[in-house]
């Protein structure tokens, strides 16, 4: 049984949903328009009707639906799926009981989703991280296709934007981007990594970081993921 998300997705295309807001017109087999999220005279804004997504090649916007509504209706993701919801025909209620952990899930899966996109914005307001990365043999097709990003050296960023998104400490948890310090590793004062949430320490962004750490001192593993990496682009499709 499809989730409320993927149902209103199949209901709704993005071009549909876009023109409630602003003018599109066509180019090739997507649509263009100036992008409504900053000032502009030619169109860099484009929206795909294959992938039901929009991103603009101005500011570095992207998105779906759900993160449309939300900037134009300035809303969360829960009210974003309520107004679209009723565009679409589609009763929540049906969703509830036994299908409330598919909601759950969608939950989760959009905040990944929104850290996906700010990791995006990220390194598309970096031109020398993207720069290293075309040194590495990786065209732009490539890098928005895989939908690569660029994190900094700090962990508040992502906490903050998600919960300027309207998500709380308990989805962003739930997700994996922050969890409860371990009393037992502390040295008295709050490591680097780590806020409050409601009276509670919870710590954020440490496996990535311990991760990105390693393969920053271990140039041979990260030669080696990057091979993998072109070896996986380079099969046919």
């Not at 998300?5 to 071009?15: H, S, T, Y």
């Not at 602003?22 to 900053?38: I, L, Q, S, T, Y």
């Not at 939908?147 to 906490?159: D, K, M, N, V």
């Not at 320490?201 to 140039?219: H, I, M, Q, S, W």
Request: glycine share 10%.
């Amino acid at each position: 049984m499809s989730t409320p998300v993927e149902l209103i997705k199949e209901k709704l295309p993005i071009i549909d949903v876009a023109r409630s807001y602003f003018k599109v017109e066509k180019a090739g087999r997507n649509f263009k328009a100036r992008c409504p999220f900053h000032s502009e005279k030619t169109p860099s804004f484009f929206l795909s009707p294959d992938r039901n997504t929009f991103y603009c090649f101005g500011c570095g916007a992207k998105g779906d639906i759900f993160s449309l509504v939300e900037r134009f209706e300035g809303l969360d993701f829960l009210g974003a799926l309520v107004e679209l919801a009723k565009r679409a025909h589609v009763s929540l209620e049906e969703f509830g009981g036994s299908d409330a952990k598919d909601q759950g899930k969608d939950v989760l899966l959009k905040v990944h989703e929104e850290a996906t996109q700010f990791f995006e914005g990220m390194l598309s307001h970096h031109e020398d991280a993207r720069a290293y990365l075309r040194t590495r043999g990786l065209h732009d097709d490539t890098i928005e296709s895989w939908r690569l990003g660029f994190a900094q050296l700090e962990w508040r960023s992502l906490h903050e934007a998600l919960k300027s998104k309207g998500y709380t400490d308990v989805d962003i948890e739930r997700s994996g981007f922050i969890k409860k310090a371990d009393p037992s590793r502390r040295g008295g004062a709050e490591a680097e990594g780590e806020g409050k949430k409601g009276g509670e320490e919870v710590k954020l962004g440490r496996g990535y970081d311990a991760a990105r750490v390693f393969l920053r001192e271990n140039p041979p593993v990260h030669r080696q993921i990057l091979k993998l990496v072109r070896a996986k682009l380079d099969e046919p499709s």
